[in-house]
Structure formats: structure tokens, C-alpha cells
């Protein structure tokens, strides 16, 4: 167990916090805005309050608890994630980094030691997006990319709005969306196999991926099973079938980075004595670089009208979602890389490949993030697991990342 930090305070306010909407499977249902998300925060403003902490909202409901630092005009550290969780989310999605971020404070308080920049952590609102269908919220808002009505705008399946709620909890503030930060650290257990198939003890996120999704629709002629000789078809499946084994040559291409996910299949009509009229599936493809996620765009878009045209069929290709890599700051990646070396610990650098609210910060501020395993790769499920040694050792590389940060 790490010295710098107090392993066992950080899971025991783990645990406390897993208590409040606890499921009977082991997870935690804290769903943005609701009277389990504000009982949470309740507990971790007792938390950070104690700790001496100043606390601030701002108008999306935001939160942030401030150490103070000894140079005035110094902009702060922020450590930062989420406490909502998704309807059967896991223990650790989010409230890792922010009892994360708290034990960071504390251990600094236990030890008396001052820094030059305030440390600050950040609590976002309705990251998981499950409740209000979007995710990031409320750090998008807090980036300028999301307009804060649209935001209040937003309804669960009940009709309930997001700014009824953040009135009703009392959780807009007054703090200004101040892009000012010297530097965002957000610890987070993986949510993928990768540290767990290595056996690396830290990943040092350098960036997240970017994504595109697609809805294809290849169309031929329906005919009959039997009397049609294969040669006089205009059959969709065979087209499919030619688009799906390219999918997964480009996949093999861009390697290891890329993800290629053909799914939600459809083929209409739904007989199976019938050469299909029309197959449609979904193409999600990753790549956390933009220009070979261009490329690999340019290569699904001829892959798909040449396999189409082959075949004899029409197709319709729409681009449904698109959003960009982020690239983090090289001198946070640094802070931790050197960090997690200090500490003795196994690490290696990877690229996200799921969204986070530091995609956001990063928008205007210099941030990185710090990734621990978790069992099996297991997340936005009760039975998400890390182990508490892993626990102590993430938010060990997170207190040294964060000391130099604030120094430096
Ligand atoms: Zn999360």
C-alpha cells in the first residue's frame, strides 16, 4: 500500500458512497439530478467541507471544492469526474476520480504540505447521460460546447426537465464557466480488458478516441429461394457479406488502434425463402488519430459502393454521429508518466476509448487522465470491481502528477 496517501480512507468513502442507491446485484443506481445523486454529493460535501475545503456551483450545477494555495494569482490543479452513475452502474465509474481527487486533499492536509496552486475537485453533472440523454453534460456546458438552455432543456422519460431539477436541489450557482485552469487530471478505472490482458498497473491516457457512426442500407431485388439461380440475383447479403469481410481488412489495416463495429442488423422482408429486398446495419469506427479516421472513412465509403455495385444493388450511407479525437496535453501526460515512475509502478500509454468529461476541459485547458484496471474489463455494470491496492496506487500517481502540477 502507497504511503503518500491513505489507502483506507479512500475505500472506505469508496463503500459509503456505493451505500447511497445501492443495488442488490452490488452496483449503484445514482442517476443525474435525483434525490440519490443530491444524498451523494450531501456525502461528499460533509467530506471535503471537514477537510477545509471552500465549495463552489456554477449554473449547470458543476461542483467544485478548492484547497487554497499559497500564490494568489496561481490558476488551480482540478482533479475531477463524476458521482452519478448509470440505472445498474458499478461502484467506481466516476466516483474513483472524485474520492480520488479528495484523497489527494487530504493526504496533502495530513501531511501539512503546501502547495503554490490551489488543488481543486470537480464534480460534473450528469456525465453518464442516461437519465438526460447527454452525455458530458455538464462538463460540456462548463466548455462552451453545449448552450446551458438546451441543457436545462433537456427531459427524462418522465418529462422532467434538467433546470426544474437543478432549481428543485438548489445546484446552480453563481461560479463563472472560468476556462482559467492550470492543468485537469481525471482518474477513472479503465472501463476496458487492456491494463488487465498486460498486466500494467497504470495506463497514462495520452487521448481519446474519435468516432463516426454510420446507418447503411443496401438494397437488391427480392426473389424467390428456390427457382433463382444464384447468377441472375441482385442480393444484398452477398453485398453485405463482401462490405463486412472489408470492414474487417481496414480494421486489420489501421491496427492496433482502430475499432470497426458492424451491428444492428436488419434484413426485410423477415422470410426465409426470400432473397432479402434490403439489409441495413449500423459501421462504428474508431481512430484517435483524425487523419486515419478520415482515411478510414474514405475506405468504408468506396469499400461500400464497390461491393454494392458488384452485386447489382443500390445502397444509402448516412453519417448519424461524429465526434472528434482529443489529444491531451503533453506536459500532463509527462506529469504522470513521471508520476507513475516515482511511484514504482508498472504503466503504459493509451488512448481512451471511451468519452470522459476531461474531453471537454481539454477543449481550453491542458488535461491528461490516469487509468487504473478493472476486473474483466467490466463497466456500466453492478458488477464493475477494481481492487483496492489498484485504488490506492491510481490516486498515489494522482497525488504526485497533481503536486508537481501545482508547483511547477
Ligand atoms: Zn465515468
Redesign the pocket.
Known amino acids: 500500500m502507497s504511503e503518500l496517501i491513505d489507502g483506507e480512507r479512500l475505500w472506505g468513502r469508496l463503500m459509503a458512497m456505493a451505500e447511497i442507491g445501492a443495488t442488490a446485484a452490488g452496483g449503484s443506481n445514482r442517476q443525474a439530478l435525483s434525490d440519490d445523486d443530491q444524498a451523494g454529493r450531501d456525502l461528499f460535501l460533509g467530506w471535503v467541507t471537514a477537510a477545509g475545503c471552500t465549495v463552489d456551483t456554477d449554473a449547470v450545477g458543476n461542483l467544485f471544492a478548492t484547497r487554497a494555495g499559497t500564490d494568489p494569482d496561481a490558476r488551480p490543479v482540478v482533479l475531477g469526474?463524476?458521482l452519478d452513475t448509470q440505472p445498474t452502474g458499478g461502484r467506481f465509474?466516476?466516483v474513483y476520480g472524485v474520492l480520488g481527487g479528495l484523497e489527494v486533499i487530504e493526504s496533502l492536509n495530513d501531511r501539512a504540505v503546501a502547495t503554490k496552486a490551489p488543488i481543486r475537485v470537480a464534480v460534473w453533472t450528469n456525465?453518464e447521460g442516461s437519465r438526460f440523454p447527454v452525455s458530458m453534460m455538464g462538463s460540456a456546458v462548463w466548455a462552451g460546447a453545449l448552450d446551458l438552455e438546451v441543457a436545462r432543456a433537456l427531459t427524462d422519460v418522465d418529462g422532467i426537465a434538467v433546470g426544474a431539477e437543478l432549481d428543485r436541489l438548489g445546484w446552480a450557482g453563481a461560479l463563472p464557466f472560468g476556462h482559467d485552469l492550470g492543468a485537469y487530471l481525471e482518474l477513472?478505472i479503465e472501463q476496458g480488458p487492456v491494463l488487465e490482458d498486460s498486466g500494467s498497473e497504470i495506463g497514462i491516457v495520452t487521448g481519446v478516441q474519435g468516432f463516426r457512426w454510420m446507418t447503411l442500407a443496401v438494397s437488391g431485388e427480392p426473389a424467390h429461394a428456390g427457382p433463382t439461380p444464384m447468377h441472375l440475383r441482385r442480393d444484398p447479403s452477398r453485398a453485405v457479406a463482401e462490405i463486412l469481410t472489408g470492414l474487417y481488412e481496414i480494421s486489420d489495416r489501421y491496427a492496433p488502434e482502430a475499432r470497426v463495429t458492424p451491428a444492428q442488423f436488419v434484413s426485410l422482408p423477415q422470410s426465409p425463402n426470400t432473397v432479402p429486398a434490403e439489409i441495413r446495419f449500423s459501421i462504428d469506427f474508431r481512430n484517435p488519430d483524425g487523419e486515419l479516421l478520415d482515411q478510414m472513412e474514405n475506405r468504408v465509403r468506396s469499400l461500400i459502393a464497390s461491393a454494392a455495385g458488384a452485386n447489382g444493388c443500390e445502397f444509402e450511407l448516412r453519417l448519424d454521429n461524429v465526434s472528434p479525437p482529443v489529444v491531451f496535453d503533453a506536459g500532463c501526460v509527462a506529469a504522470v508518466d513521471t508520476a507513475a515512475a516515482e511511484s514504482g509502478l508498472t504503466s503504459e500509454r493509451m488512448v481512451s476509448g471511451a468519452g470522459?468529461d476531461a474531453c471537454n476541459v481539454a477543449r481550453h485547458n491542458p488535461a491528461a487522465m490516469i487509468f487504473i484496471p478493472c476486473r474483466d474489463g467490466i463497466s456500466h455494470n453492478e458488477l464493475e470491481s477494481i481492487e483496492p491496492e489498484a485504488a490506492a496506487a491510481g490516486v498515489e500517481v494522482l497525488y504526485r502528477s497533481a503536486l508537481s502540477l501545482a508547483n511547477g
Do not use: I, N, P, Q
Open positions: 469526474s463524476h465509474d466516476g456525465e477513472h470522459h
